[in-house]
């Protein structure tokens, strides 16, 4: 996909992006108009079967995959997917003390043997395939791969590099190989977390933006319809805005420069700023009704959908050479 300055940002405020429901609602509300924010009820042909779009996958039953799902936005889609009937929920991270914790609050919650937490890393292939087969052993298989762990930390590049990237693309073609159609499986979805500043810059962070851009790369090519149509997979994407977790909050200090501390510091700041509930919300939102390869903004208690416009939409003829 090629993006540039001029492209995004006058994009990233105009009819590119559709406000499709105010999050904290309990009905489904719609809107054609982000700016507006004159929500109206959808007349039952928008409404289609079970809500706004056409439901593509009920949450009944179903087994899922949250990585990093220990805290904040990972904690917060286990939360929603289990409230809205999934069987069981397997998390991972790097914490032994963070994982038994969440398990705690979470069987509290939703009952016991809802979700198991597994001590790993999405670097790791064999951890994150055991994932998979412990899904598989247990309940049949995976339905929803949330690939939801990620760092913000400059300094340490190498390791975000890895972690927001590298560890998407794993669970993706994990989840390819252990759900995919073609593979004996029986499809479901993915969906992968990109961030809004992985649609616009964030120069303060640019290495962790730059692993935001790849991973909505990640979404339109695996979720490109030669994939979704022999995997039966649909591989669809979500950008946090400014979310209260560990991540914002722990966040100064791990650019690369005091001056590029403060510069992130300064442009986060001048975002809106949303409880992780508002993400459990809008995953739970994808997972249903999302077609494979889109990609869903989560700002500001709303959910949006990202039109990406097509290469001659965003280039002009300058020269022509010989
Ligand atoms: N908070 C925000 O404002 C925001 C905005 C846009 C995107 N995001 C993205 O949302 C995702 C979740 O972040 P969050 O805000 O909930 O922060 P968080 O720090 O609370 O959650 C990240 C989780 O990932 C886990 N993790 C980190 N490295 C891992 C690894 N190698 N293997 C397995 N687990 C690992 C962490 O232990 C943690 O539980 C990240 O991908 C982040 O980039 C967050």
Redesign the pocket.
């Known amino acids: 996909m090629a993006i540039n300055c001029t492209w995004l940002q006058p994009v990233f405020r105009s009819p590119i992006l559709k406000l499709v429901f105010p999050v904290h609602t309990r009905g489904l509300y719609v809107s054609n108009t982000q700016s507006s924010g004159d929500c109206k009820r959808p007349t039952r042909q928008q409404q289609g079967a079970g809500g706004i779009e056409k439901e593509l996958m009920s949450l009944d039953c179903k087994v899922a995959i949250v ?2 799902g ?5 904690f917060s889609a286990t939360c929603h997917l289990l409230k809205a009937g999934a069987r069981h929920v397997i998390i ?4 032994k003390e ?1 994982g038994e914790s969440a398990v705690e609050q979470l069987e509290e919650r939703y009952g016991e043997n809802k979700v198991t937490f597994v001590r ?4 790791n292939c064999s951890h994150f395939e055991g994932l998979f087969e412990m899904a598989k052993n247990a309940y049949g298989g995976v339905d929803i791969v949330f690939n ?5 930390n400059d300094k340490m590049w190498e390791i975000q590099v890895d ?2 990237i590298k ?1 998407v693309i794993r669970g993706t073609l994990l989840a390819f190989k252990h759900m995919g159609k073609d593979n004996c499986g029986k499809g479901g979805v993915v969906i992968n ?1 990109a ?3 992985g649609l616009q810059t964030l120069a303060g962070a640019p290495i962790y933006s730059a692993t ?1 851009y790849g991973v909505i790369g990640s979404i339109l090519n695996f979720g490109h319809k030669f994939h979704y149509e022999r995997t039966g997979i649909r591989v669809c994407g979500i ?5 209260d ?4 909050s722990g966040a100064y200090g791990k650019q690369l420069t005091p001056e590029w501390n403060k510069e992130a510091t300064r442009e986060l700041s001048q975002l809106p700023k949303q409880s ?1 509930d508002f993400l459990g919300q809008g995953l739970v939102y994808i997972v249903r009704y999302a077609p494979s390869g889109s990609v869903w903004i989560v700002e500001d208690s709303k959910i949006l959908r990202v039109h990406i416009p097509e290469l001659k939409q965003i280039s002009k003829l300058v020269t022509k050479f010989d």
Do not use: Y
Request: proline content about 8%.
């Open positions: 990585t990093g220990a805290t904040g936005i990972g991972n991270g790097p914490d963070e790993g890393d999405v670097n939801n762990a990620g760092i913000l972690t927001n560890g977390s961030s809004i500043v935001k950008c946090p805005g400014v979310t977790t560990e991540l914002i992780p």
